[in-house]
Nanobody
Framework: VQLQASGGGLVQAGGSLRLSCAAS????????TGWFRQAPGKEREFAAR????????YYADSVKGRLSISRDDAKNTVYLQMNSLKPEDSAVYYC?????????????????WGQGTLVTVSS
């Protein structure tokens, strides 16, 4: 099983980025997927989640209205569109896949993890 995250980079405050996470080795449509992030010296925190069907999304309050998660099962890929970025959004962003049916923001509930992609937002 592999989750390959990409799309990170350096962007100015107010700018946008789109992260991608391509999955292989799993039946992607059977997994809800999420994005987490971890800033230096801080714990990993939940950012967003999308259900298996793509019909339901769930966001942390800190990113609501600025980040948008979507998925394309034909490409086994989940996306995170990040708009109106702030310096406090700087972190390594990780994608994760969850076989469970219960909506959760708890990292331990997710079965598989990608390697992370670095997002740096300059002020």
């Amino acid at each position: 099983v592999q989750l390959q995250a990409s799309g990170g980079g350096l962007v100015q405050a107010g700018g946008s980025l789109r992260l991608s996470c391509a999955a292989s080795g799993i039946t992607f449509s059977r997994y809800a997927t999420g994005w987490f992030r971890q800033a230096p010296g801080k714990e990993r925190e939940f950012a967003a989640r999308i259900s298996r069907s793509g019909e339901s999304t769930y966001y942390a309050d800190s990113v609501k209205g600025r980040l948008s998660i979507s998925r394309d099962d034909a490409k086994n890929t989940v996306y995170l569109q990040m708009n109106s970025l702030k310096p406090e959004d700087s972190a390594v962003y990780y994608c994760a896949a969850d076989s469970g049916l219960v909506r959760t923001s708890v990292a331990a509930s997710y079965d598989y993890w990608g390697q992370g992609t670095l997002v740096t937002v300059s002020s």
